[in-house]
């Protein structure tokens, strides 16, 4: 069916108004014709692996190496102590065994003063205290065991001093020379009640006369003062040997 005019025209004016409607629509939203395109802002780059690097964050520093800890140690246990001793320790002696060996002691330096030979120490003969106590030995069981060796030796040492005394006291000494001496005091010893070294020597003294050194004279006395003391220690083993056991 055909349009009449006036629909034509209508259809005419409401297409350009249209057409008017969007132009101005573009022109109010749209980017100018002089204006560059608009280009979307990048978007901030993610760390999505361990190689990626990362520019503002400073570069962290390294930690000291940290000393391991030694594993701790066990303390090393004392060594074990020592077995006791078969001989107890030393105590205070009874009366009777410090009377005996203040005795025995006074006799050594009688003998000590003759000057003759060398005197020691007196000769004991205690046995093991662990084959005699079964074991370590008290005090008081070892005192006792002590005191009888004193008891034993004493008096044999008396009789042997007595005969020293003898010996320069009771004889007509000449000197004599000193070859025989080792032997003498080798006598002496085999009796077991002191333990005698060897014979002393008279040394001549020095002299200022004879510039500091011994005089002819001094060396001629010290020779005959050993001499002397050579017989008195023959004469001594030979009347202790004469007598037999003390």
Not at 141 to 164: F, K, N
């Amino acid at each position: 069916m055909a349009m009449s005019r006036y629909e034509a025209l209508a259809r005419r004016l409401m297409l350009v108004l249209g057409l008017g409607a969007g132009t101005v629509a573009c022109g109010a939203n749209g980017p100018l014709s002089n204006d560059p395109p608009a280009v979307a802002a990048p978007a901030p780059a993610t760390q999505t692996g361990p190689n990626t690097a990362m520019e503002t964050s400073p570069p962290s520093e390294t930690a000291p190496p940290v000393a391991p800890t030694p594993p701790p140690v066990a303390p090393t246990p004392p060594p074990a102590s020592d077995p006791a001793p078969t001989t107890p320790p030393p105590a205070a002696p009874s009366p009777a065994l410090a009377t005996l060996e203040a005795e025995a002691d006074a006799l050594l330096a009688h003998l000590r003063a003759l000057q003759i030979v060398e005197v020691r120490d007196l000769v004991l003969h205690l046995p093991d205290a662990s084959s005699i106590c079964y074991g370590p030995c008290s005090a008081d069981a070892w005192d006792l065991i002590v005191t009888d060796e004193y008891r034993r030796q004493v008096p044999r040492l008396r009789a042997l001093s007595g005969l020293a005394d003898g010996a320069i006291n009771g004889s007509y000494p000449v000197p004599i020379t000193t070859t025989a001496a080792p032997k003498d005091v080798a006598t002496l010893n085999e009796l077991a009640i002191v333990n005698l070294g060897a014979l002393l020597v008279a040394q001549p003294a020095n002299n200022p006369l004879c510039y500091n050194t011994p005089c002819p004279e001094d060396v001629q006395k010290a020779a005959k003062n050993t001499g002397l003391r050579a017989f008195y220690l023959r004469t001594w083993a030979s009347r202790a040997h004469d007598r037999g056991k003390l």
